[in-house]
């Protein structure tokens, strides 16, 4: 006997099965106005949970508000996990969902966020979009040294000191901000500003700097030129003489004196130079830091010092431009944040004999 050619039974089988399915479902019809009900349902329950995920606000209980910190490259999935604990949102994914459906995944700024009552995930991401951030008011006080405002700028905005430094003592950095010097010692102009958390070292030096330069105008800069000094050289003189007045009368009258000791050749012998060089100051001065080795130690080393000393504010500036007329070569501190200023040597010393009987008398009382 042969066997049959044809398809082996088992497989007439599955393909008969096939045909008698395809020909039920020939017989199942959906009408327009079905298929449209479907589509419109479908599109409604779409529509309620994109509602859902972007505009109905968390349930989360009010509140008085809370702070969050976006920081510079964090990941978003970390953030959405803070503004999570924090109860600013309620739920991560549908966070994350509504920032990649408002396309703000590369657009949310850092900075320090304040959140009140109940908010929508669109309500929270507008905020961020838009940096509507909260400020923090940081004042960086005459006199500085760029060593002190990282200080402050550590405590104010968490800046990370070190780097901070970095880029004031970068000469090529300071060349990108039209500094003509190796520091920006003396250029971070004193005032008072408003940071985000967190700024980078760059853009709060960029601030700082460009307001300096707003503030030494071109009439300051060509008063410079007629004076025979470098914008450099005047900063440096203001530097000192916000290291030494207390009193702002006084300011031109130091100046005169430190000019008129440069015009003739003498050493500035100006305390604020040592200051500087001192790692635990201010303080008070002993003989022995008079004697160290630093072209900074104007006591030992006649003219200006390399660069400044600290960042002095616009009085000191103005006063390195303008020093008053008289012909003081000498000045005493009186204790008082006052001085006593002479022309001549014999009668400074009877300045300082004056000076050193009256702190005697007050360190016996206090003894």
């Known amino acids: ?26 017989h199942i019809h959906i009408s327009p106005r079905a298929a449209g009900i479907i589509v419109l349902l479908v599109g409604i329950a779409s529509a309620a949970f994109l509602a859902a995920v972007l505009f109905i606000p968390n349930s989360i209980p009010e509140s008085d508000g809370v702070e969050v910190v976006l920081k510079r490259g964090v990941p978003l999935k970390r953030f959405a996990a803070q503004l999570k604990e924090q109860s600013v949102i309620a739920d991560e994914t549908a966070f994350l969902l509504a920032v990649k459906l408002t396309g703000a995944s590369q657009k949310l700024q850092a900075g320090r966020y304040r959140f009140e009552g109940r908010m929508s995930n669109v309500a929270v991401i507008r905020r961020i979009r838009r940096g509507i951030t909260v400020y923090t008011t940081v004042t960086l006080p005459e006199g500085s040294t760029a060593r002190r405002m990282a200080g ?100 031109p009258v130091i100046s005169a004196v430190y000019h008129n000791r440069l015009r003739n050749g003498m050493a500035l012998q100006a305390c604020p130079t040592i200051q500087y060089l001192l ?89």
């Open 1 to 26: 006997m042969f066997r049959s050619r044809g398809r082996p039974a088992g497989l007439r089988r599955v393909l008969q099965t096939e045909r008698i399915d395809r020909m039920k479902f020939k």
């Open 152 to 251: 402050i700028l550590s405590r104010g905005l968490g800046a990370d000191s070190t780097a901070f430094m970095a880029r004031v003592r970068d000469p090529e950095f300071c060349k990108v901000l039209g500094i003509v010097a190796s520091t920006l010692e003396g250029y971070l102009y004193p005032d008072t500003y408003r940071f985000n958390d967190g700024e980078p070292p760059e853009t709060v030096l960029r601030r700082v700097v460009s307001h300096f330069n707003e503030m030494f105008s071109d009439s300051l800069r060509m008063r410079s030129e007629f004076l025979g000094f470098t914008v450099h050289q005047i900063v440096t003189i203001a530097s000192i003489i916000e290291g030494e007045a207390l009193l702002d009368a006084e300011r």
């Open 279 to 367: 790692p635990d100051g201010p303080r008070h001065l002993l003989n022995r830091d008079l004697t160290i080795d630093s072209p900074y130690n104007t006591y030992l080393h006649p003219g200006l010092p390399p660069g400044p000393v600290n960042n002095p504010g616009r009085k000191a500036i103005l006063a390195a431009l303008y020093p008053a007329p008289v012909g003081y070569l000498y000045m005493v501190a009186n204790g008082d944040g006052s001085h006593t200023f002479s022309t001549n040597l014999v009668d400074h010393n009877a300045a300082k004999k004056r000076f050193n009987q009256i702190r005697k008398k007050v360190r016996s009382r206090q003894g």
